[in-house]
């Protein structure tokens, strides 16, 4: 039985010994194996070299990063907190994401940039961002989100094979609260694919990372109400999987959205979207959200306001059935 | 400073490279000036679109990246292409960039030039990033990289002086102090005297030369050059020029500066001191110089015309470099455009 953070380490751990390519890269990420431990024992192991303490600098980090993805390298950056990777911000979007296409295919910079993310612990200002929405923005790049050990590691080692760049988003509060069976081999899960968590025929729950686990408490409340919930994981937020989205939609004919970013130009907003334009005529009720608010994540007192709960969920869903 | 060409062409020391040497740096130079207004001629027709001049700064593009290696990476700006082209990037490509067309962004397989950034700073961090995967994998390849006097102000200048110190990677940062960055001199950029001194805060050797001085700069960034291939380390060169046109073909210089001191810099032209130089020595002489820049004019107006007659892309090609495949999304979206 592995934990998310021991998944992820597992991925990395074999994508150093299977590749000589690989470098992890990040503060703290080795003396001390980061500060969630998930690189734990990694310089150890494949020396400093190739798993690098840096400088506190994030910008520092990604843009010396796609130096060495562009010299050929394939590095895996882990930035502290989702909440610190703003100063990073313009090396992936004027960089990162660009320089493929402002070379045409000359230079490529394949790189993982790691970030745990969400709420829901209690931490200090900063610590508890959930912004994917301004990198699922960002041409030339990738985002993904697993929500399971067996899919963080399956994710995290196709992401370091991927011939582009990937972020990599980790879930806080998931990283040590479930546990499942992962093989100790090498698996991957692919890109751009989204996971049938739970088959139901009445709603269809979307969602991704951290509340992947509010939405399954939610379906098994709603079970208990005679409501059959789909829990659709998207894991792959860009390239997204419209595809399972709409087949589920099709066939339950109601959906209920669920992130806990907040609300306005979230990622649940581009979800809808791609429902109304292509599976409008077999909704039977408007789509619902459950998100954050609109607002800064409130620090932990207050905490519990802003981030969804299950019973947030089953409001939503039986709302869609009222319909 | 260092200067050993003085403006007169007389020498304060020895020359670090010979006379044929220097005769081919002084025809690169010219070719490189000859690119220069050809460019900004045919922008001012409309055949190019925005371009930024690099008059005056000849000796430091041509000094500096004539002290690499063929496979040494280089990472420069838009206002660079001496340097990128004396490195191998083509006139072509360099000209198709500024014609607004992505395909002059991927120079030849052999040719280790990224395409010029134009973002301020950010890039100075690749090379530090480029020289790093060198010195993991035991090559001693090193990487240069080129930016502006206003670039240092920028903090993506500050982590990649302090990365590249840290790590002691393989780096060369060229900084050329053209004396302006648009409209603001250096005077309102930083309260340091130099730029060459911010190097010592970072633990990194600086040196100030003088940047219209073909000799003087070739000789800092030689001797850096050898040092980041030894494993010893990056190394800041300010090469004090200054840029003789306005920032790009949109600006107006006489908005910020004065015409005497454009005339006291005119003065200090780095492709004359190299001729008087030159002359000096018994090693020029006109119909020389004319068949040089009439190679240049060949070489040139073939690029352009190379580069006017590529066909212009199909809409279906701006998907086709975001990835490696197209996405599903993608595709689709492709398909809405043809």
Redesign the interface.
């Known amino acids: 039985m592995k934990t998310i953070a021991q998944s992820i380490n597992d991925a990395l751990r074999t994508a150093l010994a299977e590749r000589d390519d690989v470098v992890v890269m990040g503060e703290d990420v080795g003396r001390t194996g980061g500060v969630f431990r998930v690189t734990d024992g990694l310089l150890e192991t494949f020396g400093p070299d190739r798993v690098i303490d840096t400088p506190v600098a994030e910008s520092g980090i990604v843009g010396t990063a796609f130096g060495m993805a562009v010299a050929g390298l394939r590095p895996v950056v882990e930035i502290q907190f989702m909440g610190f990777s703003y100063p990073a911000y313009d090396q992936i979007i004027s960089h990162v994401g660009r320089i493929r296409n402002r070379s045409r295919h000359r230079f490529t910079a394949p790189m993982v940039i790691r970030m745990p993310y969400g709420g829901g612990i209690g931490a200090a200002e900063h610590h508890s961002e959930s912004t994917e929405a301004i990198y699922t923005h960002i041409p030339g790049v990738k985002v993904v989100v697993p929500s399971t050990p067996y899919d963080a590691k399956g994710l995290l080692l196709a992401a370091i094979d991927d011939p582009d760049p990937v972020i990599f988003l980790e879930p806080i509060r998931l990283y040590r609260s479930v546990k499942e069976d992962v093989p100790d081999q090498p698996i991957r899960v692919p890109i751009g694919e989204a996971r049938v968590v739970r088959g139901g025929g009445d709603v269809t729950i979307i969602t991704y990372g951290s509340m992947t686990r509010e939405s399954r408490q939610a379906a098994e409340k709603l079970a208990e109400l005679d409501v059959q919930a789909e829990i659709i994981d998207l894991r792959t937020l860009t390239p997204l999987d419209s595809d399972t989205v709409l087949a589920s939609v099709r066939s339950t004919h109601r959906a209920v959205v669920v992130h806990e970013a907040q609300r306005t130009g979230g990622f649940g907003a581009e979800v809808i979207a791609r429902i109304q334009e292509q599976g409008l005529y077999s909704l039977e009720a408007p789509i619902e959200r459950v998100t954050g608010w609109d607002i800064v994540v409130p620090l932990k007192r207050t905490e519990r306001h802003h981030l969804p709960d299950a019973d947030r969920i089953v409001r939503a869903a039986l709302k869609t059935l009222e319909a | 400073m260092l200067q050993i060409l003085r403006p007169d062409g007389s020498l304060t020391s020895d020359p670090p490279v010979g006379i044929e040497r220097t005769r081919e740096l002084f025809a690169a130079m010219l070719t490189a000036r000859r690119y220069d207004e050809k460019a900004m001629a045919i922008q001012k027709q409309g055949r190019l679109a925005t371009y930024a001049p690099f008059r005056g700064q000849e000796a430091a593009q041509i000094g500096s990246a004539a002290a690499l290696r063929q496979d040494d990476?280089m990472?420069a700006t838009y206002r660079d292409a001496a340097a990128m082209w004396m490195h191998g990037y083509s006139w072509e490509l360099l000209l198709l960039g500024r014609m607004g067309d992505?395909?002059g962004?991927?120079?030849a397989?052999d040719v280790p030039v990224?395409?010029p950034?134009i973002?301020v700073g950010?890039?100075?961090?690749?090379?530090?990033?480029?020289?790093?995967?060198?010195r993991?994998?035991s090559e001693d390849r090193v990487?240069i990289t080129y930016f502006g006097d206003g670039a240092t102000s920028e903090?993506?200048f500050h982590?990649?002086m302090?990365?590249g110190s840290?790590y002691r990677t393989g780096t060369v940062f060229l900084c050329q102090n053209n004396g302006y960055a648009i409209s603001m001199p250096v005077s309102g950029q930083t309260a340091s005297e130099t730029l060459a001194q911010k190097a010592q805060a970072y633990g990194m050797e600086g040196l100030r030369v003088d940047g219209n001085d073909l000799f003087a700069v070739f000789s800092a960034t030689d001797t850096a050059v050898r040092k980041a291939r030894a494993g010893q380390g990056p190394t800041l060169i300010e090469a004090v020029t200054y840029r003789i046109g306005p920032h790009t073909s949109t600006d107006d210089p006489g908005r910020y500066r004065s015409n005497d001191e454009e005339v006291t810099w005119r003065d200090l032209d780095p492709v004359e001191r190299v001729r008087r130089y030159l002359v000096a020595q018994g090693a020029w002489d006109a119909p020389w110089e004319a068949q040089v820049l009439a190679e240049a004019i060949t070489d040139i107006e073939t690029a352009v015309r190379d580069a006017e007659s590529l066909p212009e892309a199909d809409g279906s090609e701006i998907f086709?470099?975001?990835?490696?495949r197209l996405?599903?999304?993608?595709a689709r979206q492709q398909g809405d455009v043809q």
Not at chain 2, 122 to 134: D, I, K, N, P, S
Not at chain 2, 320 to 324: T, V
Not at chain 2, 327 to 330: E, S
């Open positions: 990476w990472v992505e395909r962004g991927h120079p397989d990224l395409p950034s973002t950010a890039h100075m961090l690749h090379a530090v990033g480029l020289a790093w995967a060198a993991i994998r990487a903090g993506d982590e990649a302090n990365f840290v086709d470099a975001m990835y490696e996405t599903p999304d993608l």
